[in-house]
């Protein structure tokens, strides 16, 4: 299982890796706007941890 969790308490999950970047754009795109266009999904993809499902 993909996993990124925000510092605010936003948690990210799926099997897919590319869901869990489109969800944790989608969060910084609605709950932290001032870091859009830093967040891209490459830094997302080193946010993933891999936790047990």
């Known amino acids: 299982m ?6 605010c ?4 999950r799926s099997d897919e ?3 869990v ?6 969060h910084v795109r609605q709950d932290h706007p001032d870091l859009v266009g830093q967040v891209t ?3 997302v993809r080193g946010w993933i941890e891999l936790v047990p499902g």
């Open 2 to 7: 993909n996993q990124v969790r925000c510092e």
């Open 9 to 12: 308490g936003y948690a990210a």
């Open 17 to 19: 890796e590319q869901q």
């Open 21 to 26: 970047v489109d969800e944790v754009l989608a």
């Open 41 to 43: 999904p490459e830094v």
